[in-house]
């Protein structure tokens, strides 16, 4: 059983687009994360939910939505994609509290050309 | 403003060396310390974790943190060509906005 997936595992669109990427955890955990990951491997966090209430919004243009519709579910929504959206998107999950490990899923390779 | 910075690489060595990953942090508040490895094309997995100061040993590699100094530090004894990935430092997910170091991608050349 996969713990934290996420669809497509591959995404190729032109400029201009609007995408989504789904991610669902079966973990029964509390709290979800959108990180990306650029192509020097840094890792950034874009949104963090708690129990389907936004805790965290980092500095991301507002092009990106985050919509949770339950607290296993956590998708992403992007409009008007750019070339420099290019990158990999993870999904991730954690117990929240003092909890001390976020699952991953296998990441969303986003090309946008 | 970054909770932990890590030690650029990326890293070549050869195998059977023994390697040393380096990270720092800011708050002194901080308990717990990660370590993720991420091969490519994969998702970040928790490697080991330590709590408060002292080491940790799992098999070959051993994690350790200097509270004093806030230093976070991962040793690979024996490394082999199957280590070979990128390797994050963390802080728990909920500490902050920026709780990943940038990572430092390990090559261990046969």
């Known amino acids: 059983d996969t713990a934290v997936s996420q669809t497509p595992k591959y995404l190729v669109t032109q400029m201009g687009n609007d995408k989504s990427i789904k991610c669902e955890q079966n973990?029964?955990?509390?709290?979800m994360y959108w990180y990306k990951q650029d192509s020097k491997k840094f890792l950034k966090i874009m949104f963090s939910y708690n129990n389907k209430e936004l805790i965290i919004n980092e500095t991301v243009p507002n092009r990106f939505s985050p919509k949770s519709p339950d607290k296993a579910h956590l998708n992403l929504h992007i409009n008007s994609l750019e070339l420099g959206d290019s990158a990999v998107y993870f999904c991730?999950?954690?117990?929240?509290?003092?909890?001390?490990?976020?699952?991953f899923g296998q990441g969303t390779r986003l090309t946008v050309v | 403003q970054k909770e932990v910075e890590q030690d650029p690489g990326p890293l070549s060595v050869p195998e059977g060396a023994i390697v040393s990953l380096n990270c720092t942090y800011s708050?002194?508040?901080?308990?717990?310390f990660m370590w993720y490895r991420q091969y490519s094309r994969k998702g970040p997995e928790l490697l080991m974790y330590t709590y408060s100061s002292g080491n940790k040993e799992d098999g070959r590699f051993t994690a350790q943190v200097d509270k004093s100094s806030k230093y976070i530090s991962l040793f690979i004894r024996d490394s082999q060509p199957s280590d070979s990935a990128t390797y994050l430092c963390a802080l728990p997910p909920n500490a902050g906005k920026s709780t990943f170091g940038d990572g430092t991608t390990l090559t261990v050349k046969p």
């Open positions: 708050n002194s508040a901080f308990q717990y």
């Open positions: 973990l029964g955990h509390d709290t």
């Open positions: 991730a999950s954690s117990q929240g509290g003092s909890s001390t490990e976020a699952f």
